[in-house]
């Protein structure tokens, strides 16, 4: 397994990743087809990522193949650039083979070397895998979004986690 920044290269490997990790799992924003198939939004967004300094897009290989992602949004203002919220993804066939812990680490060591001092993310409450990697990395529920979202006609909360680095 290699575990990488993104560069444009990587574009359309990248937006595929995307797109059919949202088509087998409910535990992603987009659902399965909502989010049109768009390499030139995933290529405007590595290239926006790598010039803010303190966003990054990092990608596990397998096999030569793309297996996850894990992106990290850093603030824009002065009083929060000291933060990144988190999204990540794994390929179905590649879940629970430590990709996600491969990806936080590296995602944290970058974080300690640009100096952010804080991660945070939300996930669904009944998503146990995705608590149970997450509280493992660190991260500790902050709060809970009551409906957040509404995924298949029926309301769902979120937790709020957050890591100190």
């Known amino acids: 397994m290699n575990i990488r920044q993104a560069k444009e290269r990587d574009t359309e490997k990248f937006a595929q990743l995307i797109q059919y990790v949202e088509s087998t799992t409910k535990f992603m924003l987009f659902g399965p087809g909502e989010r049109k198939y768009n390499p030139e939004a995933q290529r405007k967004m590595i290239q926006a990522f790598t010039a803010e300094g303190n966003s990054t897009i990092f990608l596990a290989e397998v096999d030569s193949e793309l297996a996850g992602y894990i992106i990290a949004k850093g603030g824009s203002a002065v009083r ?3 933060s990144a919220y988190l999204v990540i993804g794994i390929k179905e ?3 629970g083979k430590g990709i996600g812990t491969k990806l936080f680490e590296e995602l944290f060591r970058w974080g300690k070397e640009i100096q952010l001092h804080r991660l945070e ?7 146990r895998a995705g608590i149970a990697l997450y509280k493992k ?4 529920i ?3 979004k009551k409906d957040s979202l509404v995924v298949d006609g029926q309301y769902k909360d979120e937790y709020y986690m957050g890591k100190i680095l």
Do not use: A, I, S
């Open 137 to 140: 990395m660190g991260f500790e």
């Open 121 to 127: 993310l939300t996930v669904m409450t009944d998503n």
């Open 93 to 95: 066939e590649h879940r």
């Open 142 to 144: 902050e709060g809970t």
């Open 80 to 82: 929060n650039k000291h």
